[in-house]
């Protein structure tokens, strides 16, 4: 988190890229820290989304392109399992769960394997993702 900071808003973006994928990594507690160390809010939240959306539409095309792989990855996982089964239950309403902890980032792969059509993926996950920041910088 520190970096995120240090490093001002290229910090932020590869902390939220990274903080989208499988990589236990809180994009939250950057965009935080990134605030307190006097970042502007304008260009955090832009660092922020930007990176956390592109890591969502590649976790996005990994699911879609590796489907049979990453299927059995995901299904090993306790949040795998639950982003599969919330998918195959609840179609593309699972992508109102994208900004959770811990469950979001598995439904932005299994949308991929799912083959959700990539507009309803972005048009619903994308906005949702943003919207978590400027709630958060609003709070900072």
């Known amino acids: 988190m520190e970096a995120a ?8 973006f590869v902390a939220a890229f ?11 507690a950057a965009l935080v820290a990134a605030l307190a160390a006097g970042v502007p809010v304008g260009e955090a939240l832009v660092a922020a989304s930007v990176g956390n ?13 590796a489907r049979q792989r990453v299927g059995p990855m ?5 949040s795998g399992r639950a982003a599969v089964r919330g998918l195959e239950r609840w179609g593309a309403w699972s992508l109102l769960l994208t900004p ?7 439904i932005t792969l299994a949308a991929g394997v799912g083959r ?3 507009a309803l993926f972005a048009l619903v996950a994308f906005p ?3 919207g978590r920041y400027v709630a958060l910088a609003g709070l900072v």
């Open 5 to 12: 900071a240090e490093w001002g808003p290229a910090g932020l």
């Open 18 to 28: 990274l903080g989208a994928t499988l990589v236990p990594l809180s994009s939250e």
């Open 53 to 65: 959306c592109l890591a969502c539409a590649v976790n996005w095309g990994l699911g879609r392109w």
């Open 74 to 78: 995901l299904e090993a996982k306790r």
């Open 100 to 106: 959770l902890p811990v469950v979001g980032d598995p």
């Open 116 to 118: 959700v059509p990539f």
């Open 128 to 130: 949702l993702r943003v």
